[in-house]
């Protein structure tokens, strides 16, 4: 890929499957930045490289960001990185409220709706979050932003691919289309952006299966 720097400046430690991994993708991508791929084994200590022990020898979790030889970690605090260090195609607003705004509903989407992958919350908490989420598409803007992808979306991503696999390994529709129209829009604008970066999705849900038999 053509762009900024070299994938000897920077290197992105993660899982082909990590939903947090992929938001650190699309942003190199949406950035233009050149960057060398590490794949990482999943749960197994004898598949973890000696680049994720040297650089994230504490948690030893993905992904990792390695800018000039610096580490940085964690998806969010590494799409800050991204942005402050890259300038081009920001996705933090620059005023200061609405920045601070962006930073609440990122941690908020972390905290609480990531939890519906893996808890699948009660019927009550999903339609708290929907009205929740409703009130950042009250404009009737594209993305959560305005016109252009912002953090916000990009934390989000998690109810496109992600969720999708799970709902169809479960047999369950928690964002369906009929009763979240708005949501399913925003779904199909971001998807634009995201497709080519996304593996196969019966790759995702060969591993699902897989994964939800060995907790059974």
């Known amino acids: 890929m053509g762009g900024q720097g070299n994938g000897k400046e920077v290197k992105l430690l993660g899982t ?3 939903r947090y991994a992929q938001r650190v993708v699309w942003v190199l991508k949406l950035k233009g930045i050149d960057y060398e791929w590490v794949q990482q084994g999943f749960r197994d200590p004898k598949n973890r490289s000696q680049l994720l022990l040297k650089y994230n020898p504490v948690m030893k979790t ?3 960001l390695v800018h000039h030889g610096r580490p940085v970690l964690e998806s969010l ?3 800050e990185y991204i942005d402050k260090t890259w300038k081009n195609n920001p996705i933090l607003p620059s005023d200061p409220y609405e920045r601070a705004m962006a930073r609440f509903w990122e941690n908020l989407i972390d905290q609480k709706i990531t939890k519906i992958l893996s808890k699948l919350l009660s019927l009550t908490d999903k339609k708290q979050m929907e009205e929740e989420m409703k009130e950042l598409t009250a404009k009737g803007n594209k993305f959560f932003g305005g016109e252009t992808i912002g953090i916000v979306d990009i934390a989000l991503s998690i109810i496109t691919y992600w969720m999708e696999a799970t709902e169809e390994v479960l047999g369950i529709n928690i964002f369906d289309s009929q009763n979240y129209p708005f949501i399913a829009q925003w779904k199909t604008n971001l998807l634009e952006f995201i497709q ?3 593996h196969p999705k019966h790759r995702l ?6 994964y939800r038999q060995s907790k059974l």
């Open 62 to 64: 993905v992904p990792v």
């Open 77 to 79: 605090i590494i799409l």
């Open 16 to 18: 082909w499957f990590s």
């Open 205 to 210: 849900l060969r591993f699902y299966r897989k």
């Open 196 to 198: 080519q970066c996304l």
